[in-house]
């Protein structure tokens, strides 16, 4: 093995460990206690090797958010291909979003409600929004109706079921009702009675 190929490993671990301890401090404590120098300190490494690295927190954010799009692609992948028929198809991806949302705030909060230097819905998206993106298409595109832009009624799910979570997260919808406004929203994409 070269030096130049063992330092490129070392780095990729370095960043690594950068990004799952600005995770877990978020999830402890929230996006406000993650900075430079509590990371620097946590894993070890001076400020200036966490900034070898990104350019500062927004950049580690962008990173943590990145790693959330391709776990909740996988879930939701699981959900989707584990389901029998659309309406399930839809129902199972629409809880495995909530439940995402609900086990991984933080992450949550880094993916869709903080500022990230991310471009979504570009050719220049990272291939994990894509992946996410067309997990939540596939689960859509078996009820589009015909003249239905599929990506349009994609986004107006994902809408939908970011605008539950959401509001359910901030207290301004009770818990308690979600399952019934999941089932009302998909009840709305799928008619009753189909498979």
Known sequence: MSIQTRR?????????????????????EGWDAVTTRRLAAGIEYSQPILYSHFKGKDAIMTAVAVQGFAELAAEVHTARVAAKGAREALAAVGEAYTAFARRRPALYDAMFTHKVDLPFATPEAPAALWEAFGELLRAVKPVAAEGDDPGLLTETYWAGLHGLVTLMRSGRLPEHAHERRLALLIGHFVPHGTR
């Open 8 to 28: 490129e490993r070392e780095r990729a671990k370095r960043r690594r460990l950068i990004v799952t301890a600005a995770r877990e401090l978020a999830e402890a």
